[in-house]
């Protein structure tokens, strides 16, 4: 089967840092965004963070500017792994939740239109606590 896999995440003292990555199980990341967003328990979806598929537009929702970083291995070597990454400085308690990665294209992925994304992940739990 073909979806995302993502990794990463744990439970982080505020101000801490967790570094999120997602990568393609069946298929090669190369061609398509890639997006970031969380949930958070009795929320609605947020839209994070969305990267293009050559790494050159880069999105991020206002409450994580200057604070998280998106960013991609798009080595076109034969075992290169494609991965995709989010970096989470100075987390805050509102940023706990389940963050997953979608890929599709960028007009999708950056638009948060997630019903029209190719694949998702199975998510992975951050939580910022003291």
């Known amino acids: 089967q073909l979806h995302l896999v993502e990794s990463g995440g744990g439970l982080v003292q505020p101000g801490g840092s967790l570094r999120l990555s997602c990568g393609a199980s069946g298929f090669s990341l190369h061609p398509y965004a890639v997006g970031w967003l969380r949930q958070a328990p009795g929320k609605e979806r947020e839209g994070v963070s969305g990267?293009?598929?050559?790494?050159?537009?880069?999105?991020?929702?206002?409450?994580v500017k200057g604070r998280f970083t998106i960013s991609r291995d798009n080595a076109t070597r034969y075992n290169a792994k494609n991965m995709v990454y989010l970096q989470m400085n100075n987390l805050e308690p509102e940023d706990t939740g389940v963050y997953y990665c979608?890929?599709?294209?960028?007009?999708?992925?950056?638009?948060?239109?997630?019903?029209?994304?190719?694949?998702w992940g199975q998510g992975t739990q951050v939580t910022v606590s003291s």
């Open positions: 990267i293009d598929s050559m790494g050159f537009m880069k999105k991020y929702t206002d409450s």
């Open positions: 979608v890929a599709g294209t960028w007009l999708a992925v950056s638009n948060y239109m997630w019903d029209l994304v190719d694949y």
